[in-house]
């Protein structure tokens, strides 16, 4: 079993080193350094809300963000964040993938390429 709790910490940090970086961006001529400073805060944000979802219980900042929601949307968020951890932690798997060229990076946290059951193998028949 990997170590979740070890990957979060690994997680949020290259997640400041990131946001950092993109903060230190300064505007070029064209807006094509903008947008990639706004793209990578954009990134930045999304992936800690999903480690909050990971760590976090269902009480937590999910639900709190989804008073103000319609009924509908509300119970869809419940669903979500009722998710067990054992469900939640992979994601924190494939987002240090991001990072596996970091020296911080331990080899155990590698995926493991599994092929998909239902799709044919390269060498069979694709119907």
């Known amino acids: 079993m990997k170590d979740v709790p070890v990957m979060v910490e ?9 946001e950092t970086a993109a903060c230190a961006l300064k ?3 064209d807006d094509g350094v903008a947008r990639l400073k ?3 805060l954009a990134d930045v944000e999304a992936k800690r809300r999903l480690v909050a979802w990971v760590e976090d219980n269902r009480w937590t900042a999910l639900m709190a963000e989804a ?3 319609p009924l509908w949307q509300r119970v869809i968020v419940d669903v979500v964040a009722g998710v067990p951890q054992s469900f939640r932690s992979p ?3 494939r987002l240090v993938m991001a990072y596996v060229d970091h020296p911080d990076f331990r080899p155990e ?5 599994v092929e998909d059951e239902y799709e044919p193998a390269d060498h069979e028949e694709r119907r």
């Open 67 to 69: 008073r103000d929601l």
């Open 38 to 40: 706004a793209r990578v």
């Open 27 to 29: 505007p070029g001529k």
């Open 10 to 18: 690994f997680l949020k940090a290259r997640l400041r080193e990131d």
């Open 91 to 93: 994601v924190v798997s």
């Open 109 to 113: 946290w590698k995926l493991v390429e």
